[in-house]
């Protein structure tokens, strides 16, 4: 059974970073690509960053510059280090392997003073 498990989020100040790692389990890792989202209240789920196979990144404008997105395929694990953040960037965020529809608990980020 395909299972994503996000840990990382809190409270940070504007301008502050925070890591947030993703443990996944179920699936032939390696070879999917990863990719984090996220969502506020009333909003639809947006897509944050993926990463490929051969490690190829990609990310939203609203991020880009700011997130980093990286995988450790030896431990099933996909991250996402966030510098420079915003108030916007207050979400719950998750992480998914992107041919799936499973979706993990989330974890709360919250940017504010």
């Known amino acids: 059974q395909v299972h994503f498990v996000e840990v990382g989020g809190g409270l940070v100040q504007p301008g502050g970073s925070l890591r947030l790692s993703c443990a996944a389990s179920g699936i032939d890792f390696s070879r999917y690509p990863m990719g984090w989202f996220r969502q506020t209240p009333g909003k639809t789920r947006e897509w944050v960053a993926s990463i490929f196979n051969d490690g190829r990144t990609i990310y939203a404008a609203s991020v880009k510059g700011r997130f980093t997105i990286s995988r450790d395929n030896a431990k099933n694990m996909v991250y996402l280090q966030m510098n420079e953040l915003k108030s916007e960037d207050t979400a719950v965020y998750y992480c998914?392997?992107?041919?799936?529809?499973?979706w993990g608990q989330g974890t709360q980020v919250t940017v504010s003073s």
């Open positions: 998914k392997a992107l041919s799936t529809d499973v």
